[in-house]
């Protein structure tokens, strides 16, 4: 058997019965060949006949795609699936084609193949797409549609806002114009998925006296450990130590700030800023030695002076987890998936804590939150606010 080193040995020598321009004639006419082929097979997969081969595409998005804008119109100019999908330029567009593969595979496997299966991955495969065309500046969007040659003043008002400063930042289409060509998927189904997740940890949650837990959800607050006296109503990711129990019941302490003004019933994380850890009941705040007094400020701005105080209430051990981190990963998603649908959402840190209490009043004509998802979703953006932020 030859060797390694005899065989690129042979390999190398030149031929003694095959001319050299034969040779390099031969190399060029396959280089030609291979390259037709290439290229060939590549305009073939770059067609919508292909893109809409199988039924996952043909019978789900395509049909979505044919009742908008894009596929008729007064022009009849119309975009196709590569034209939206597929980068232009060649070095993506190749990278884009092995990325594909996948989709082959998600294909063979049948991972998509019925109505039920393709809603159930629609989120995930928009994510994905949406992540591309954001990372890219939405280029294949601006190969059409470039702000540099867009006539603002036959804009209506509101668009010509929006599109000026869009222009201004070079902003992403992707950012705005999700669902412009195919249906929006469930857009809570991914943040829900987080808080099952955090529904089943808090479960499997221990509570010990000494620890400190943060709030899953809205927690009533009781005066007795038989839970038969209200005393007002904790939200979701409040930090509280555990100093007792009794059954199912735990005594929890509670830290924050409140008006002295008023019944100040209301109570809040740090001094001057509204952001809501509890409410108490009107005749329990006003309940003389029930708040332990830490410390006592006045606000410049307000001349207010607010208390730092701390009380013990009672509650029931569910609903408590370790971290707070979980929790405003779900918060932010829900933020995220939300409030993204007709517009780039502000950062978190784009407003100070108090600003967020009205800007997100203002965003929740638009949303479909529930109270409960409201208040968690306001507390992350105060809480991750200018206020906190070294970013901003």
């Given at each position: 058997m030859k060797s390694i080193k005899q065989i690129l040995q042979h390999f190398f020598t030149?031929?003694?019965?095959?001319?050299?321009?034969?040779?390099?004639?031969?190399?060029?006419?396959?280089?030609?060949?291979?390259?037709?082929?290439?290229?060939?097979?590549?305009?073939?997969?770059?067609?919508?006949?292909?893109?809409?081969g199988c039924h996952e595409m043909e019978n789900n998005v395509y049909q979505e795609l044919q009742s908008t804008i894009h596929f008729k119109n007064r022009t009849g100019v119309r975009a196709t699936c590569p034209d939206c999908h597929v980068p232009h330029n060649f070095t993506d567009k190749i990278a884009r084609k092995a990325q594909a593969s996948m989709e082959v595979w998600a294909k063979l496997t049948g991972a998509v193949d019925t109505p039920e299966k393709f809603?159930?991955?629609?989120?995930?495969?928009?994510?994905?797409?949406?992540?591309?065309?954001?990372?890219?500046g939405s280029a294949e969007c601006r190969s059409c549609h470039d702000y540099k040659s867009m006539d603002f003043e036959k804009m209506s008002a509101d668009a010509r806002d929006q599109m000026m400063g869009a222009a201004e930042n070079d902003q992403s289409c992707i950012d705005c114009h999700k669902g412009i060509a195919?249906?929006?998927?469930?857009?809570?189904?991914?943040?829900k998925s987080i808080m099952d997740d955090l529904n089943a940890q808090a479960v499997e949650t221990s509570v010990n006296k000494g620890n400190t837990y943060y709030t899953l959800h809205n927690k009533k607050l009781f005066l007795d450990p038989e839970m038969t006296k209200k005393a007002g109503l904790m939200i979701s990711s409040v930090p509280v130590e555990v100093i007792g129990s009794q059954g199912e019941a735990i005594e929890v302490k509670i830290t924050g700030w409140r008006k002295k003004k008023g019944s100040g019933k209301i109570i809040m994380q740090d001094f001057a800023r509204n952001i809501r850890i509890a409410s108490l009941q009107r005749k329990v705040a006003k309940t003389k030695g029930f708040f332990?007094?830490?410390?006592?400020?006045?606000?410049?701005?307000?001349?207010?002076?607010?208390?730092?105080?701390?009380?013990?209430l009672w509650?029931?051990?569910?609903?408590?987890?370790?971290?707070?981190?979980?929790?405003?990963?779900?918060?932010?998603?829900?933020?995220?998936?939300?409030?993204?649908?007709?517009?780039?959402?502000?950062?978190?840190a784009h407003f100070d804590s108090n600003t967020w209490v009205g800007m997100f009043k203002g965003m929740?004509?638009?949303?479909?939150?529930?109270?409960?998802?409201?208040q968690v979703v306001l507390r992350y953006l105060q809480m991750h606010s200018s206020d906190y932020s070294n970013d901003h």
């Open positions: 030149p031929s003694k019965t095959i001319g050299l321009g034969i040779l390099i004639l031969a190399g060029f006419i396959g280089g030609i060949g291979f390259w037709t082929t290439f290229d060939a097979g590549l305009e073939y997969t770059n067609q919508e006949e292909f893109c809409i809603s159930k991955h629609r989120l995930e495969m928009a994510k994905r797409e949406w992540a591309r065309m954001s990372a890219n195919h249906h929006l998927p469930d857009m809570s189904a991914g943040y332990n007094v830490l410390d006592a400020k006045e606000d410049e701005d307000t001349s207010i002076t607010w208390q730092n105080v701390d009380f013990t509650t029931d051990k569910k609903d408590l987890v370790e971290e707070v981190e979980p929790i405003w990963e779900y918060a932010k998603e829900a933020y995220t998936a939300t409030c993204s649908r007709c517009h780039s959402q502000p950062a978190e929740l004509d638009f949303a479909d939150f529930e109270k409960e998802e409201e």
